[in-house]
Nanobody
Framework: QVQPVESGGGLVQAGESLRLSCVAS?????MAWFRQAPGKEREFVAA????????HYAGPMKGRFTISRNNADNTVYLQMDSLKPEDTAVYYC????????????????WGQGTQVTVAS
């Protein structure tokens, strides 16, 4: 059983940076970050394949967010730069054993989430 565990959330000012971490067993898994803002549906943020050679981002995050992974310690990161108040959300780490980074609806394993709040 894979249980992703997120960390690194917090309160930052607009324009600042934050790095989220997700530890999950299963080095061959496709990993992704999603987020859910209050009153909104959960949305895809970014995904990375098993060896880090292939990534995919949602349009609004492209250029500001960077997903990476270190399989030596089973950790996936989300570096978030130039944060905006609209980035405020609970960020979730997700994993799937198979599939493409382009497919967003087939993740099997989910973390509990970490809160990111961006103040204006």
């Amino acid at each position: 059983q894979v249980q992703p565990v997120e960390s690194g959330g917090g309160l930052v000012q607009a324009g600042e940076s934050l790095r989220l971490s997700c530890v999950a067993s299963g080095r061959s898994f496709v990993m992704a970050w999603f987020r859910q803002a209050p009153g909104k549906e959960r949305e895809f943020v970014a995904a990375i394949n098993w060896n880090g050679g292939n990534t995919h981002y949602a349009g609004p995050m492209k250029g500001r967010f960077t997903i990476s992974r270190n399989n030596a310690d089973n950790t996936v990161y989300l570096q978030m730069d130039s944060l905006k108040p609209e980035d405020t959300a609970v960020y979730y780490c997700a994993a799937k054993r198979w599939g493409s980074v382009l497919s967003r609806n087939d993740y099997n394993y989910w973390g509990q989430g970490t809160q990111v709040t961006v103040a204006s």
